[in-house]
């Protein structure tokens, strides 16, 4: 196969044009934000005294390495308007928008950041990958005033400065869809307290919070279950899969810090997500986090405080306070996972994440269903060898 376009450059994403562009194969990528990564770059690291296995670093490791190989190209703020499958290749019709930053010429020398008068240009650094993006809202050209002042600072030439919009049309033996998930929004279940209460947050907003700083607050901190997940009632009767070991690994993070924290798990069942998961929940529970089996029902103000009750039918209801209330939410299909599976004519489940292959489509990682990380990863490359195999 000669040249394949990737959809998404997030883990998988990544790891997809990293396998192909290694067996040989030019390899375009397209992304619609201005960053490279997706959601990884707000994932924290959750090591304590050893490596957790959550594939962070990894990660990290793997998008610093699509954007270096010279075979891979990646198109950032790039929306995807048609594809045609009629002829001997796939032909994809793709707009794409300034200012952008092209992060193989970019050689991290920080003048765009000194030279950019709104501060709409931001630098990335974590564990090897090193990346700079404009947040388009708050540039000047989003609002239709000339600007070319990061443009000139570079010394490199790696900033397009211009906003107009460029149309180009690709052409592939293949196309790879990775473009991943969003998070459930727990609003929808009023009762658990979220954008009502201070001290409750969702599990990816705690996942950023720990990047930056030791503790999400208080003393005592709780990680609520299956939020957005195996619930009829909401249509979305499947388990998520990863929500078990990203809160548990945050608990041991946040008892290890913080070694006279209250930390508990509410949960249903705890799923199996290692190999060794026995040993890690048994050493979680040693350093002192307490693993309670059962769903609040609810979340209500008290005295400064988050009360959290307990329904079950056998003992009757609970209560119990804490600081700060996690909630371990879903996954779900990306927004606008609708029409890229119209566009490629991938199916989609019940649930709306997409089936793994359509003729000389392929769809990998988390917008096939819930994985992890390291999961991620893995289906990319899986899917990238089997495209390659069936576009020859």
Not at 41 to 59: F, M, P
Not at 69 to 96: Q, Y
Not at 239 to 253: D, E, P
Request: aromatic fraction near 4%; glycine fraction near 10%.
């Amino acid at each position: 196969m000669k040249h394949a376009l990737v959809v998404g450059a997030g883990v998988a994403g990544c790891s997809a044009a990293l396998e192909l562009a290694r067996c040989g194969t030019s390899v375009t990528i397209l992304e619609r934000s201005s960053r490279v990564g997706g959601k990884v770059l707000s994932y924290c690291c959750k090591a304590t005294d050893s490596c957790s296995r959550c594939g962070v670093c990894i990660a990290h490791e793997t998008i610093a390495e699509a954007i270096r190989h010279p075979k891979i190209r990646l198109l950032t703020n790039a929306k995807i308007e048609s594809a045609d499958d009629s002829g001997a290749r796939f032909s994809t019709k793709v707009t794409v928008s300034g200012p952008r930053i092209d992060l193989r010429a970019c050689i991290d020398c920080g003048k765009c950041l000194d030279a950019c008068p709104q501060k709409a240009i931001s630098r990335y650094s974590r564990a090897g990958l090193v990346q700079y993006s404009v947040d388009i809202s708050a540039c000047n050209l989003s609002n239709r005033r000339e600007c070319t002042l990061c443009a000139k600072a570079c010394p490199v030439d790696a900033i397009d400065a211009s906003s107009r919009m460029q149309a180009m049309r690709i052409s592939a033996d293949g196309v790879l869809v990775a473009t991943g998930h969003e998070t459930f929004d727990p609003v929808v279940k009023p009762r658990l307290g979220y954008r009502r209460l201070p001290g409750v947050m969702t599990g990816f907003e705690a996942e950023q919070a720990l990047s930056g700083k030791l503790d999400l607050g208080g003393s005592s901190v709780a990680f609520v279950q299956c939020v957005g997940s195996r619930d009829p009632s909401l249509c979305r009767n499947f388990c998520s899969s990863i929500c078990c070991a990203y809160a548990l690994r945050m608990a041991r993070v946040l008892k290890t810090r913080n070694p006279g924290a209250d930390v508990t798990v509410y949960y249903i069942d705890i799923q199996h997500f290692d190999k060794v998961q026995s040993s890690f929940r048994a050493g979680v529970e040693r350093a002192g986090v307490k693993l309670v089996r059962g769903i609040p029902s609810s979340v209500s103000p008290s005295g400064g405080r988050v009360e959290i009750t307990i329904d079950d039918p056998a003992t009757g209801s609970t209560t119990a306070l804490h600081d700060t209330v996690v909630l371990s939410v879903g996954m779900q299909p990306a927004d606008g996972a609708e029409d890229i599976a119209g566009v490629f004519g991938l199916g989609r489940s019940e649930f709306g994440f997409f089936d793994a292959a359509a003729g000389r489509v392929r769809a990998a990682g988390t917008c096939v269903e819930p994985q992890g990380m390291i999961e991620a990863m893995a289906s990319g490359r899986a899917a990238a060898l089997e495209l390659s195999g069936g576009a020859r």
